[in-house]
């Protein structure tokens, strides 16, 4: 029950934060190089959107097993944080740096929120 939980968790954070937020960094990207702001289609749009609840459902099955096998708080944090960003930074270790930073900060916040419900919730 407690695998569902966070992978639910997960998902809804990852779609809100990294799917919603993903598209709005995607068009800060595109107004600093100069592109149209008003391009959004609506196929590209779910594709970003799943995607950012995808990778939260990961995220969440990655914080359920750090939850579930490291029982210091601290050591527990570090863990997630240090994979999850790790699988971030793969994904677009290949764009512009100042890309990579918006997109490793927005990941960071999808992961201190999700480490904070971990830390707030018993479950």
Known sequence: MELKRWLVRGALVG???LGIGGR???RLVAYLEHRSLFVFTPK???NVVLAGTAAGLFAGLIYYLTRRFLRQPWLRTLVFVAICELVVWRGVHGTLPRVQVWFMALA???LLI???MGR???T
């Open 44 to 46: 590209g749009t779910l």
């Open 120 to 122: 707030r919730v018993q």
């Open 108 to 110: 960071l916040v999808y």
């Open 114 to 116: 999700i480490d904070t």
């Open 15 to 17: 779609l809100i934060v």
């Open 24 to 26: 709005l960094v995607m």
